[in-house]
């Protein structure tokens, strides 16, 4: 069943020219998985990697923003051909700040989608704030939206989708 979305949220949706997105957590299903041998693997959902190939087609800017540094990443970024891709980011804030410059962007036209502490900053200022529903409750009270879906369990095929059909692109 598809959760109702309100007018203001398909207002502010509408609005948007680039979405930035935590990768742990909201990319990913949070899970890391560590080789003896050192390799790194991470869960991705197909249907959130059309979602943001529908994003790119459409002409929205498509960002990640980690706090982690990860070749799994990079990989998964070039895949999308996602170009804007930013790890080991402690402040994510500079970054977004960065990307308003950058592209001549008012905070009303970002969507962010996080789910821990570290995104607070940039939810706070983005024109469409988003949390997956394995978003932590500090993250949750401040979005403008919660999606039905997880992290790496279709949260931003679900964020992407409020925004292409809201600027009826879609």
């Known amino acids: 069943m598809e959760k109702k979305i309100s007018q203001k949220i398909r207002e ?5 020219k680039m ?3 935590d990768v742990d957590g909201v990319l990913t299903d949070g899970r890391i998985i560590l080789g003896s041998k050192g390799e790194e693997l991470k869960n991705f959902y197909v249907q959130d990697g059309q979602g943001i190939n529908l ?3 459409k002409g929205l800017i498509v960002a990640l923003v980690s706090g982690r540094k990860s070749k799994v990443v990079e990989r998964r970024a070039e ?3 996602i170009s804007e891709v930013y790890q080991g980011v402690s402040l994510k804030i500079e970054v977004y700040h960065k990307f308003l410059k950058k592209y001549g962007l008012k905070n009303e036209e970002v969507a962010y989608i996080g789910d821990d502490l570290g995104d607070i900053p940039p939810l706070r200022k983005a024109g469409l704030a988003l949390a997956p ?3 932590v409750k500090e ?3 401040i979005v403008h939206y919660v999606t039905r879906a997880s992290g790496g369990r279709g949260a931003v095929r679900e964020a992407i989708d409020i925004i292409l059909k809201a ?3 879609y």
């Not at 502010?12 to 948007?16: E, G, S």
């Open 55 to 57: 994003a790119l087609q």
């Open 139 to 141: 993250i949750k009270d």
């Open 133 to 135: 529903a394995n978003g």
């Open 12 to 16: 502010r949706a509408r609005r948007i």
């Open 19 to 21: 979405l930035i997105m």
């Open 79 to 81: 895949e999308l051909k």
């Open 167 to 169: 600027k009826k692109t």
